[in-house]
């Protein structure tokens, strides 16, 4: 039997694999060593806490007003526009043109696309101005009361504006269509194809403004302060309106009812249609051989404010400088297309204003009636001829004929024409030793003698 091995600690290995350490036991001592020395950090921490936090906070602070004061040195003009009020504004070259309908674009006054300026104000006036950098801007609507309450009306602030911004009606299409945003370089940008898609009727002023404002500087965000650009109010129709608009000036081939006071199927109209009315060029030739008998067609209804309005809308027509020459046996007559007498030669001499007697008058005058009743088949003559209309319309201005020197006489003394005359309510007029017919007819004198 084999003798029984003792266990032996010296002879034990530390390297061999069934090795195993022996677990010391922590003293009492140590563990309450180690206790106080936690708790003694938890207190100082908690202790140094808020001091630490202030220290940092104060740094912090004191960083970034370092760092600010070195940017505003660095951009000096920065700082000025976020310091100062700025003096430069938007604004719109020109007016718009009126009547504004929808769908249809919105031009300036003389037909142009609308144009946008950046100007200066600082001094006496607008000065137009521009900026080193490109600015974007967007077009906006305003409601048309914007500023009417206001005693200045060209001061307002940034939340004013935006306030007064009118938005589409509940499920319709944007208020203003086209293209609303685009940049300015050098002071200056031209507005594209914009439009209305629904009329103004709905808001309580029943009127609009066009508003330009900054959208944004440059490349990047900045203080600086440019007043928007507002238009004049306006009522905005629905596209149905414009067939009926009126022309400004109206063409002689316009329908009559493009004049002012007379409306497209309305009562003037229906009446002038009935006698043969139908275009401005036939108001003006009736207006000019019969004045009476076109205020006995429109009626009473047309006073003598309409009339006046009416008849000078129509004069203010391009004439053009066709003539037309009407003759007969003895005579050859040279009329506008209004049928105002420019030459009048008879018998083979060229009429001289002295030289007529009222029968003479008289006669051209019905010379003139039978060329108006025949005008279909007047001959049109081509070109100019440089002298004064012999017989126009009533006491009324007219508008010059083509290169036509006319000039109203400032001192008329009137006296009633016996029997030469075929219209008993012509007068005879003296001005400077001449006779001229009045009433239905002025005759101007001519410097040279004739016609």
């Not at 208020?175 to 194809?193: H, K, P, Q, Y």
């Not at 004069?315 to 400088?321: A, D, I, P, Q």
């Not at 018998?347 to 001289?352: E, L, M, T, V």
Request: charged share 25%; glycine share 6%.
């Amino acid at each position: 039997m084999a003798a029984k091995r003792f266990f032996d600690d010296s002879d034990t290995d530390p390297n061999q694999p069934n090795y195993k350490r022996m677990r010391t036991t922590p003293s009492f001592a140590s563990v309450i060593k180690e206790v106080v020395m936690v708790k003694f950090l938890d207190n100082v921490s908690s202790a140094l806490e808020p001091m630490l936090r202030r220290v940092v906070n104060e740094e912090v602070e004191s960083g970034l007003k370092r760092y600010s004061c070195r940017t505003i040195t660095r951009s000096p003009s920065l700082r000025i526009k976020a310091l100062e009020p700025s003096n430069l504004r938007l604004t719109f070259s020109k007016k718009l043109s009126a009547p504004i309908f929808t769908g249809s674009k919105i031009v300036a006054g003389d037909g142009h696309n609308l144009q946008i300026l950046l100007v200066d104000t600082s001094g006496e006036g607008m000065v137009p101005t521009a900026l080193p950098y490109p600015i974007k801007l967007e077009i906006v609507v305003l409601d048309g009361d914007f500023l009417s309450k206001q005693n200045d009306q060209t001061s307002w602030t940034h939340e004013e504006f935006n306030k007064s911004i009118v938005k589409e009606r509940t499920g319709r299409r944007p208020l203003i269509a086209g293209e609303l945003n685009f940049t300015m370089r050098d002071g200056v940008v031209s507005v594209g194809e914009i439009e209305f898609t629904d009329n103004s009727s709905w808001i309580r002023s029943g009127r609009f403004r066009l508003g330009a404002k900054l959208v944004q500087i440059g490349t990047s965000e900045t203080t600086v302060r440019i007043t928007e650009a507002i238009t004049e109010s306006f009522r905005v129709k629905d596209h149905r309106g414009e067939l009926y608009k009126k022309h400004y000036p109206p063409a002689l081939g316009d329908e009559v009812w493009r004049l002012e006071k007379i409306g497209k199927d309305g009562t003037f109209h229906k009446k002038l249609s009935s006698n043969g009315i139908n275009t401005v060029q036939d108001f003006l030739k009736l207006a000019t051989v019969d004045t009476p008998k076109l205020r006995t067609i429109l009626g009473s209804g047309m006073s003598d404010k309409i009339w006046d309005a009416t008849y000078k809308h129509a004069n203010t027509c391009e004439k053009g400088s066709k003539l037309y020459m009407a003759s007969g046996a003895n005579y050859t007559l040279f009329l506008s297309p209004i049928c105002q007498v420019v030459r009048a030669i008879v018998d083979g001499q060229i009429c001289a204003n002295r030289d007529l007697t009222g029968i003479q008058r008289g006669y051209i005058q019905n010379l003139v009636k039978e060329a108006y009743a025949n005008w279909s088949s007047l001959e049109e003559v081509d070109g100019r001829v440089n002298e004064p209309a012999l017989l126009t319309q009533g006491e009324t201005v007219v508008d010059q004929y083509p290169n036509v020197l006319y000039q109203q006489p400032t001192m008329l003394r009137s006296y009633q024409l016996n029997a030469t005359l075929p219209d008993a309510s012509e007068q005879l007029v003296e001005y400077n030793n001449d006779w001229i017919v009045s009433s239905s007819y002025i005759w101007p004198p001519a410097d040279n003698g004739g016609f």
